[in-house]
């Protein structure tokens, strides 16, 4: 069965620094990869999303960056931090482009002090 | 781009009350997805409509797609406790990309 890891779960960061999101999935090959953002009480904001290796769309003009090095490993960066970046960040996946359901892992939980 | 609105923001109810959220599009939809996220975890997938006026029913939820499949509904009947979260509709952008946008959600709360 697939299942997809995304690490680490909480993290606490001060403005300036750096961060680094991975995300995993097993079981699958090929899929549609994504990072959403989602801000305290709030929807879920589309940040990038990937249909291949080394192929990433943004969607958001922003200090974040995403990386596919391996076909079910997607990494999410920022050199240096803001506060307007604390939310919760969730990976997903998906099998099928147009018609497929999202799958997602449990969230990262960042706040920036 | 593709976007979606979805009324209401917050719905208040006494357990046993029905709830209904609604999404609706500009433009006409492929399909359209529903998720519910519990307080503290992440999105679920609940269902994906397809043919224009599609009914679905997962015991007291139903959905529907429109008959111009341009808008949707979730509606749940007899809420409990257990169906506290938000809901959210999503759709898939204009191109073939696979991008999925998610409409604001509602959230809902149940009052024993």
């Known amino acids: 069965s697939q299942t997809i890891h995304q690490w680490p779960a909480t993290l606490v960061q001060p403005v300036g620094s750096p961060l680094s999101l991975e995300c995993t999935v097993e079981?699958?090959?090929?899929?549609?990869l994504y990072w959403y953002r989602q801000a305290a009480g709030r929807g879920l904001q589309l940040l990038f999303y990937?249909?291949?290796?080394?192929?990433i769309s943004s969607e958001v003009p922003q200090n974040l960056s995403a990386s596919r090095p391996q076909d079910r490993q997607f990494i999410l960066s920022s050199k240096k931090l803001l506060l307007s970046d604390s939310g919760f960040y969730l990976c997903?996946?998906?099998?099928?482009?147009?018609?497929?359901?999202?799958?997602f892992g449990e969230g990262s939980r960042l706040t920036v002090l | 781009g593709q976007q979606v609105m979805q009324i209401p923001q917050y719905q208040h109810v006494q357990e046993g009350e029905d709830f209904t959220t609604y999404c609706n599009s500009s433009?006409?939809?492929?399909?359209i997805q529903w998720y519910k996220q519990r307080p503290g975890g992440h999105p679920v997938f609940l269902i994906q409509?397809?043919?224009?006026?599609e009914v679905k029913k997962q015991k007291r939820l139903t959905f529907q797609f429109g008959e111009a499949k341009k808008n949707s509904s979730l509606h749940i009947t007899a809420t409990q406790t257990t169906d506290v979260g938000t809901y959210f509709c999503?759709?898939?952008?204009?191109?073939?990309?696979?991008?999925?946008?998610f409409g604001q959600g509602t959230t809902l709360q149940v009052k024993p």
């Open positions: 997903a996946w998906a099998r099928l482009a147009n018609t497929g359901e999202l799958f």
């Open positions: 433009t006409t939809l492929s399909n």
């Open positions: 990937s249909v291949g290796i080394g192929q």
């Open positions: 079981g699958t090959s090929n899929p549609n």
């Open positions: 409509l397809v043919k224009s006026g």
């Open positions: 999503a759709v898939h952008g204009s191109s073939n990309t696979g991008k999925l946008i």
